[in-house]
């Protein structure tokens, strides 16, 4: 028996892959950013042309629309009618969206990232502070935390690099 559904199966399956991706793109290394905002704009630019489709094809059966319950004042066609408009202003977003894609990817083209480290790149060891040397009047190896050494080394940022979110 052929599949009855094969656009629904495809929207799910679409869905499904999406979903997926929102779950794992955390783990991005910085190297293919670009690449998956490629392929991320692609697919904003599928999405709006999906969604007139789908309205227009709701408004070419339009007439055989009916209400599965009682609206007062509505009608199936009028129903078909406001839920093609918003179909068709959902894609305009979209296409707004595509078009701050298309910027995001143009600035990440031009980046290069340093490899990654690996596990064998060597480690820094936190400094350890001891309170003699303070001024704290315990003995020399009494270690002290302090908030400025807490945590690990954040990266160091040129004048030149801007401010991330922020064009230049």
Known sequence: MPDSRPQVDRAEAAYNALRDLAHTVRD????????LNRELLGIA??????????????LARSDEAVLDSSTPGGSGKGEVE??????LAASELIDAAESNLD???QALSVLVWHPEKTD???????????????????????????????????????????VPGLSR
């Open 103 to 105: 910027r995001a990817s």
């Open 82 to 87: 406001r839920a093609a408009r918003r179909l």
């Open 28 to 35: 991005t290394p910085p190297t293919q950013l670009y690449e």
């Open 120 to 162: 064998s790149a060597p480690t820094l060891r936190e400094p350890q502070m001891t309170a003699a040397r303070h001024g704290q009047g315990t003995s020399p190896s009494t270690p002290v935390s302090s908030p400025v050494l807490a945590g690990p080394p954040r990266p160091l940022r040129s004048p030149s690099q801007g």
């Open 45 to 58: 630019r599928l999405v709006p042309d999906v969604l007139r489709k789908v309205s227009a094809l709701a």
